[in-house]
């Protein structure tokens, strides 16, 4: 049963660049979510996607912005990047008929410089 | 806003000393409220779910108890493997999860 993937494992980008990270869902899932957990904090919820539409959305910029896509993967996008965006990026999926509970990948690294 | 708070925020326990941590919330209509286990530099993984006041879940040596504002994670003599920080989070009526900052245990053997 292949659990939540993540790609890449970790980056590093400058300040101003754009990145893209992926995420594909747990077989039979159709929910995605994002979240950002800083050093030594919890996950912070950046959105959620279901049925290729933003569901739910946390306090943060429209710099960050999404897609999921017809077989339930996603994507997460960053514009602008700035060193406080430096973070463990998690995705988390899940069944939207069964209640909700979540299960998350491994997560990408970004580095900021 | 939907808040967790976690406590102790660091717990350093001798192999067989059993302890609790303790996930106190406020949340406009909960949906679930979910255990996590999480190691350094991977994502969360999954322990319960529980869904109203007075329900319990347990998982070899951990159980998890649910009241109206706090649930409490009991290790029963822990072991070394047992050594990892521990997430609470509340999911509310709009599908949004709120976490908490976490609970470190060290078990030592």
């Known amino acids: 049963d292949a659990g939540v993937t993540q790609s890449p494992t970790h980056l590093i980008k400058t300040r101003g660049q754009q990145v893209t990270l992926r995420c594909s869902p747990k077989?039979?899932?159709?929910?995605v979510s994002w979240y950002q957990q800083a050093l030594g904090q919890g996950p912070q919820f950046i959105f959620q996607?279901?049925?290729?539409?933003?569901?739910q959305r946390g306090n943060f910029p429209d710099r960050f912005s999404g897609h999921q896509f017809p077989n339930y993967s996603s994507e997460l996008n960053v514009n602008a990047l700035l060193l406080g965006d430096s973070a463990l990026y998690l995705c988390?999926?899940?069944?939207?008929?069964?209640?909700?509970?979540?299960?998350f990948g491994p997560g990408t690294r970004l580095t900021v410089l | 806003e939907d808040q967790v708070t976690q406590s102790p925020e660091a717990l350093r326990l001798q192999e067989g000393e059993s302890s609790s941590l303790n996930c106190s919330y406020t949340v406009s209509g909960l949906r679930g409220l979910f255990w996590y286990r999480q190691d350094p530099g991977k994502g969360p993984e999954f322990l319960f779910t529980l869904y109203s006041a007075g329900e319990e879940k347990e998982k070899e040596r951990l159980k998890a108890t649910l009241t109206k504002k706090e649930s409490f994670l009991h290790i029963t003599a822990p072991k070394p493997e047992d050594s990892a920080t521990y997430l609470c989070?509340?999911?509310?009526?709009?599908?949004?999860?709120?976490f908490g900052a976490g609970t470190t245990v060290t078990v030592r053997a």
């Open positions: 988390a999926s899940s069944l939207a008929t069964s209640g909700d509970t979540q299960y």
């Open positions: 989070a509340v999911q509310a009526a709009d599908y949004k999860l709120s």
């Open positions: 077989s039979g899932h159709d929910t």
């Open positions: 996607y279901y049925e290729e539409e933003e569901r």
